[in-house]
């Protein structure tokens, strides 16, 4: 069984309009069981997956955006988790990025060979653990002006990308 994790780019209906987001594309041969939920942090992430068993299981994480603060840091501040009041916290917050980068080398060591980290997201250029898709997928990314969404931010050349890279690597340890 594969199970996705991460934000809003691995969510499993989030606006998808059309059945052939990355991860629709890998229901049609795996089973998938989704711990994603869009919004969360790394540290988020981090804890939806810690207890899950490895040997039993691949691992397809989209890790978040560095700046994006856990969860429960949010609701216990800005309990109507207004957008834009989270962003002001955040910038005021500067050691979200370390917790992030943190919680994602966590989140390797834990699924270890049996995982793929990738994100779309700047910031993990340096990280050799992480494929990092940012400038590959920015063009096909609405949250960088691509109005063609199909769901999960992306559109379908973008879907087409993040599905290759994961079966890549799903083909590589089954």
Not at 64 to 78: C, F, G, T
Not at 148 to 164: C, E, F
Request: charged share 25%.
């Amino acid at each position: 069984m594969i199970i996705i994790a991460g934000d809003s780019f691995s969510a499993k209906d989030y606006e998808v309009t059309q059945n052939t987001t990355w991860h629709h594309l890998l229901s049609k041969n795996y089973n998938i069981k989704y711990v994603s939920k869009r919004g969360t942090s790394n540290v988020d992430i981090w804890a939806s997956i810690k207890d899950i068993k490895v040997k039993d299981h691949i691992f397809v994480v989209s890790l978040s955006h560095l700046n994006r603060a856990p969860e429960k840091v949010l609701k216990a501040i800005n309990p109507d988790c207004d957008y834009e009041i989270n962003n002001k916290i955040v910038e005021e917050m500067t050691e979200i990025p370390r917790m992030n980068f943190l919680a994602a080398k966590k989140i390797k060591k834990h699924v270890e060979d049996r995982g793929i980290l990738w994100t779309p997201f700047f910031g993990y250029e340096d990280e050799d653990y992480v494929v990092d898709l940012s400038v590959t997928l920015a063009k096909h990314n609405e949250m960088w002006g691509n109005e063609n969404q199909i769901g999960n931010h992306l559109d379908q050349i973008g879907h087409t990308i993040v599905h290759d890279k994961i079966r890549e690597f799903i083909n590589g340890i089954s």
